[in-house]
């Protein structure tokens, strides 16, 4: 019988997200296995069981997968199973809580795409905000920008409490300062897109963030991108596939959900073939879903 490709999929949510476990599969696991409820705690144990029911040479052939709702607390598994693992025996892991590395990823290397190819810019100095910048995607996304050079602002719909808290956990994780401001009201939000370059646009499914007004308004916004497919989307005028067309007189560019989820899918999917085609186990994160969405966006 052939050596079987398993993946294990913890997550501490009561269940693993459907859609990972189909995209495992299709991917060309042989087996998934979810590992519904988990805790910090228990990812040591479940790491070793992995690792020591099968020989060392297996352990490519192993993986592990974190999922969840939380990129802190997926990071925070991720790091512990690291350092669950005892030489010679070791397995894979990729961590994509909510889908959130890799939607996030996705978007960023959708709107450096088109950046550079239709504005001659990159993300290095440039001006980002955030909006729905507490959520997963939001998170991951503005890190990703920040990573790269870009000057982020994390706007708070609901104050800068939250955002502030965000923001320090970036600043103590990756060592890097991200502003936070106020986009509370329709007035906030049309000035600071009046200061911003691109705007990312990571809210609840369903809630419009920005009126084609401010956008009308923001004559030094060079693209806006939204991840929300359900109606109303987050950017009023934004269609769904849109990937750099002109949403705007000013000529601010729109990248809309379908694009950036066609990007997202091919990340996951590729991050999960990459685990079974390697020769040694990898380690997967929000940074290697970013560097394959660059060159899937050629």
Known sequence: MADKHILHMVT?????SPFDVNMALDAGYDATLTYPNATLEEVTGLVQDAIFSRAPKMGVKTGMFFG????????????????????????????DPAGSFTTAAAMAACVEHTLKTKKNRDLKGLKIAVFGATGVVGFSAAVIAALEGAKLTLVGHD?????????????KRFEIDVNVTDGSDDAKKTKILSETEVALCAGRAGVQILSRAQLGAATTLLVVADVNAVPP???????????GSELTAHGTLGIGPLAIGNIKYKTEFGLFQKMIAATKPVSFDFRDAFALARELNG
Do not use: C, Y
């Open 159 to 171: 104050g800068v409490k939250r955002v502030g808290d965000s923001a320090q956990e970036i600043k």
């Open 233 to 243: 989307t987050g950017v009023e005028g934004l269609e769904m596939n849109a990937n």
């Open 68 to 95: 969840g709702k939380n990129a802190i607390q997926a990071l925070d598994m991720l790091a512990a199973a690291k350092k669950a693992l005892v030489p010679p025996f070791a397995i894979s892991f990729f961590a």
């Open 12 to 16: 501490p949510q009561k269940h693993m």
